[in-house]
């Protein structure tokens, strides 16, 4: 299991040097996902205690059952809408020399106080995207009420940008991972996942939409059989509201359900450190929000990126600004098959169903030109320098 590795510098027991980071959860794993990514890399990289806030310690407990073994490191406090609370939870704690408010997420007055005592560094890490302002708006300050500034962290995949989260030791799991059958077959096991698939696999981890009977009557009629694992339960939904499956089909974790030459299986929800094998099984992904699809990059793999809605079409802006540069170089036909298919999965674009399944077909066609360009993207991204590389920089912490 891939896990935070001890810091080499280890501070004494008393750490003296402490971060703080704060997470409100809105909806969905990505407030939770990025923010706990964020505290182990803290950890890890720039050797730091964190002190990391959290309104919803259910979502933390979801996503990392196992959070008591990093307790040494992180200390996670149960962040109330209570000043008195807050107070009390100040009394006993070591000033910070990094305050991380994540996603805009507004520190309370007792917080902004004693900031401004003891004047940490202080960042608001941002949401992913490739769109050019945020390259320009990127570390730069905004001067606050208490006094301090308050520096923009904007992840991205510009060499300019904030970066992207990656562990140190990724490359060395995954090829681990990947070498050793023996670990891959005791994976699917503890979490019951099929020990064989029909076609090629593809993890399936996608918000509710009108687009999934479409997009599974187009799997069918497509020449070529495919096994989707579908994780997180949102398609599923999708396809019982819209009756292409019986109300009791793919109820439980493992549930299989062949329609064709397309099999569906229903996978468990897994620890977030486990959910790189996932990809690293898949020979193909359909990822959302940010965290999933920062992962999906790293693992090298082809995949489609249902993005997370917004107001006014934002969220297809950020969509195309990623796409645009990420297939400048592909040949034709492999592009405009992607990015129609890209623009209909995320409720854009103008396929029928004729032409979707033409376009799955001509994508499938340049299937070995996909996968090698993915992984050249992919390469590419991890030559340059992780987000906590340019954090140490930027903050003149020592990186480990
Ligand atoms: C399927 C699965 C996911 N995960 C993890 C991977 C990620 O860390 C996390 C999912 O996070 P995301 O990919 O970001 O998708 P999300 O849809 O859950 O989160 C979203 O939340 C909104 C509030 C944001 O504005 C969105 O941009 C987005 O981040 O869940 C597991 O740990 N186990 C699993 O089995």
């Known amino acids: 299991m891939q896990s935070l590795n001890l810091p080499v510098c280890a501070p004494p027991a008393d750490f003296a040097t402490e971060a703080w ?72 704690v070591t000033d910070p020399v990094l305050v991380i408010e994540t996603f805009g997420c507004d520190l309370p007055p007792a917080v902004l106080a004693r900031m401004a005592e003891c004047r940490p560094l202080w960042l608001n890490w941002e949401y992913l995207t490739a769109e050019d302002w945020a390259v320009d708006l990127h570390a730069m300050p905004s001067l606050q009420a208490n006094g301090l500034a308050k520096y923009f962290w904007f992840m991205g995949i510009d060499a300019a940008s904030g970066g992207l989260l990656r562990e140190a030791d990724y490359v060395a799991e995954r090829a681990a991972f990947l070498q050793q059958p023996g670990l891959q077959q005791a994976f699917r096991q503890r979490y019951g996942l099929p020990l064989r698939h029909n076609g090629r696999l593809w993890l399936v981890f996608a918000y509710a939409a009108v687009c999934w009977p479409q997009w599974m009557l187009m799997w069918q009629q497509a020449d070529t059989p495919i096994t989707l694992w579908l994780a997180g339960g949102q398609v599923i939904d999708s396809l019982r509201a819209a009756q292409v499956i019986a109300p009791d089909a793919l109820q439980q974790d493992g549930d299989v359900l062949v329609l064709d030459k397309l099999t569906l299986v229903r996978i468990p929800f897994v620890p977030q450190a486990a959910f790189d094998r996932l990809l690293w099984l898949a020979d193909a992904a359909i990822v959302r929000g940010e965290d999933s699809f920062v992962r999906a990059l790293w693992a090298g793999l082809p995949f489609f990126w249902h993005i997370y809605q917004q107001d006014d079409e934002v969220h297809i802006h950020k969509l195309h600004a990623f796409w645009n540069r990420a297939t400048a170089g592909w040949p034709v036909g492999l592009r405009e098959a992607f990015m129609a298919l890209s623009d209909d999965l995320n409720g854009t674009g103008s396929l029928d169903g004729s032409g979707r399944v033409r376009a799955w077909q001509n994508l499938c066609a340049s299937w070995q030109i996909w996968v090698k360009l993915a992984a050249v993207w992919s390469e590419m991204l991890h030559a340059q320098d992780s987000a906590l590389e340019k954090l140490a920089r930027f903050s003149h912490l020592p990186l480990k």
Request: net charge negative; with cysteine; charged share 25%.
């Open 21 to 92: 980071v704060f997470i409100r959860v809105i909806d969905n794993f990505g407030d939770v996902g990025v923010g706990w990514r964020l505290s182990c890399l803290l950890a890890e990289f720039l050797c730091l205690r964190v002190r990391l806030w959290i309104d919803d310690v259910g979502a933390l407990d979801r996503l990392v059952p196992e959070r008591a073994v990093y307790q040494a490191q992180i200390v996670v406090e149960v962040w109330q809408d209570d000043e008195a609370v807050v107070q009390r939870q100040l009394a006993d």
